[in-house]
T-cell receptor, first 112, second 117 residues
């Protein structure tokens, strides 16, 4: 079973920030939070990952709560090309061997 | 870096025939690869884990004799759907564990859309 829960769908206006929440209340100390997205009929694409500190890269920012039980992926200026299903996943450690189980994800629709 | 190439992207086959899907790691050695299946409007479901040089580990409910996985080299894993039937029509995706030189964890192929007619 997936260890994360996410809203089924969200809308965001083009140019605005998209904030996608994820609950991972049973996360353990050695588990990272990963975010992937899947554009229609493509394979998932890595976005960002983190352990406990907030992270930022060229695609997004990841905010992890202090208790690590939830996180938020932020797309600062959403574009139409960001329309996709976003998956939040927890996995033991970066690069470690652990099969990845996908939940249902959040379908983000960016609206013109 | 850490690119996985999956081929073919689309395939249509007749019921009862077999189809092979290839997954290649282009710039790294993939000792572990994963195979997923995705039905329309559903999430990815893990089918099996393949390790180079050993037998694949299948998830519960996945028929190992129907979905043959071979991981004979560090850069290639194949999934063969044997005696395909229309209910096997789905989107199949492979994934590889990236070696520790990268922080990204896993990389995914672009998927194969299988249609059995």
């Amino acid at each position: 079973d997936a260890k994360t829960t996410q809203p089924t769908s969200m809308d965001c206006a083009e140019g605005r920030a998209a904030n996608l929440p994820c609950n991972h209340s049973t996360i353990s100390g050695n588990e990272y939070v990963y975010w992937y997205r899947q554009i229609h009929s493509q394979g998932p694409q890595y976005i960002i990952h983190g352990l406990k500190n907030n992270e930022t890269n060229e695609m997004a920012s990841l905010i992890i709560t202090e208790d690590r039980k939830s996180s938020t992926l932020i797309l600062p200026h959403a574009t139409l090309r960001d329309t996709a299903v976003y998956y939040c996943i927890v996995s033991p450690y970066s690069g470690g061997y652990q099969k990845v189980t996908f939940g249902t994800g959040t379908k983000l629709q960016v609206i013109p | 870096g850490a690119v996985v190439s999956q081929h073919p992207s689309r395939v249509i086959c007749k019921s009862g025939t077999s189809v092979k899907i290839e997954c290649r790691s282009l710039d790294f050695q993939a000792t572990t690869m994963f195979w997923y299946r995705q039905f329309p409007k559903q999430s990815l479901m893990l089918m099996a884990t393949s390790n180079e040089g050993s037998k694949a580990t299948y998830e519960q409910g996945v028929e190992k004799d129907k979905f043959l996985i071979n991981h004979a080299s560090l850069t290639l894993s194949t999934l063969t759907v044997t005696s395909a039937h229309p209910e096997d029509s789905s989107f199949y995706i492979c994934s590889a564990l990236i070696p520790n030189r990268s922080p990204r964890g896993y990389t995914f192929g672009s998927g194969t859309r299988l249609t059995v007619v």
